[in-house]
């Protein structure tokens, strides 16, 4: 699998493994189906600790390493992306509070992902992305007004992952309009708050495990103390918490292609044609073999990009890699699977085809694919 693990990382991965086959399998079909979120499932993952991997110790959580968390997650992620997707988006909002926020901050955002505090529900969003502000950040509406020893903030937020679940954010808005990224700053928003509403919720191709809704924003109050380091740091940190969260994308995708090339294995070796199992035709044999290729390149890559962030050094281009190739190839290997099983593979019966639609939004979300090229054309 390409991660040397060990004991204790392996039983993490093992337990991610078993939860996902025996607790969540069951309901992925009906669920996809219907773009119901299986809040009781969510509940169990919580109960076993999942979505708290990525907290320090000291702040309630497991405290893990991305090597034990980004396997852990691929598991999960063989069964439902979107389900993945919904665990990771709590720990993505977690990361700029990680990164930017005192003592006081990270207690208190990681225990609404604990469910220390009583309002916590385990999931917690990153509100980003606007209408007309997705690759170009800069584009954003969203403001922030400093009132006295308040933030007054005004906007709408898109696309955003737990966003009709959260009970607590991490918002981007616009400190100062003159200086482009440099007057975005970051702040922690409480659900609760006055003027916080939930817009329209996404009725998406692929992932419909997780949820992804419009947040609106309208004369939200919220105290000085909630933000996040300094006034027009924002965008750094939102870029530093992107660097993070692209390789665990692509760990995400890794899960989808091996859940393909695993699919399309078991079909190859009971589908008969011309007197013998069409594994053993060549054809079939070598496409089986360049997607197990693609997939475990993609794999290492997501590798590479944690050893370089553990070494201390810059590692933007090698997490834009593991982003990009590994979701590239996620959706060929699951077109290729799709082709494997032919006439089945375009049919719901079989879940093939629900994986090339989980597959397509890892080439978009974490920054689109053509974003990861600027970054890695701009590193050369």
């Keep these: ?14 337990l991610a493994k078993d939860f996902a086959e025996k607790t969540l399998k069951p309901v992925v079909a009906e669920c996809d189906r219907t773009g119901e979120i299986p809040l009781d499932i969510y509940e169990k993952a919580f109960d076993i600790g999942f979505q708290t991997m ?25 069964v439902d992306a979107g389900f993945a997707t919904g665990i990771a988006a709590s720990s993505l909002a977690l990361k700029p509070v990680l990164i930017a926020g005192n003592e006081e901050q990270k207690k208190m955002f990681a225990q609404y992902i604990t ?13 980003l992305t606007e209408p007309e502000a997705g690759s170009d950040a800069a584009a954003g509406k969203t403001v922030a007004v400093k009132e006295g020893d308040e933030y007054v903030i005004n906007g709408t937020k898109c696309f955003i992952t737990n966003g009709g679940l959260a009970q607590v954010f991490v918002v981007f808005a616009i400190t100062d309009k003159t200086k482009g990224v440099k007057g975005i700053s970051a702040f922690i928003v409480e659900r609760d708050r006055a003027g916080i509403s939930i817009g329209k919720e996404e009725d998406k191709m692929g992932i419909r495990l997780s949820n992804t809704a419009e ?9 000085a103390d909630h933000l996040l380091g300094q006034e027009g740091k924002g965008f750094t ?5 992107l660097d993070l969260a692209r390789p665990l994308i692509g760990a995400l995708a890794c899960g989808i292609a091996q859940r393909a090339i695993d699919e399309a294995v078991a079909y190859a070796k009971t589908r008969v044609t011309f007197g013998k199992p069409i594994i053993r035709h060549q054809a079939i044999a070598f496409k089986l073999a360049d997607m197990d290729i693609m997939t475990e390149s993609a794999r290492s890559t997501v590798i590479n990009a944690l050893n370089k962030y553990y070494s201390g050094e810059p590692y ?4 834009a890699i593991a982003k990009c190739y590994a979701s590239d190839i996620s959706v060929q290997v699951a077109l290729d699977a799709i082709q494997i099983l032919g006439g089945y ?11 090339l639609r989980d597959a397509k939004i890892m080439q978009i979300f974490e920054g689109t694919n053509e974003v990861q090229r600027i970054v890695i054309s701009s590193a050369l």
């Excluded at 947040?215 to 105290?223: G, K, L, M, Y």
């Excluded at 940190?237 to 918490?241: I, P, S």
Aim: charged share 30%; hydrophobic share 35%.
């Design 316 to 319: 933007s281009r090698e997490a």
């Design 345 to 355: 593979g375009y049919s719901r019966e079989y879940p093939v085809e629900k994986l």
């Design 237 to 241: 940190y939102a870029m530093k918490t």
């Design 215 to 223: 947040v609106v924003f309208d004369n939200v109050r919220i105290p």
């Design 1 to 14: 699998m390409g991660y040397q693990l060990t004991e204790e990382q392996r039983d993490i991965v093992e």
């Design 54 to 78: 990525e907290i320090p110790e000291e702040y309630g959580g497991m405290g893990l390493s991305y090597y034990a968390i980004y396997p852990a997650m691929e598991e999960i992620a063989k």
């Design 115 to 127: 469910r220390e505090n009583e309002k916590g529900n385990g999931f917690a969003a990153f509100c």
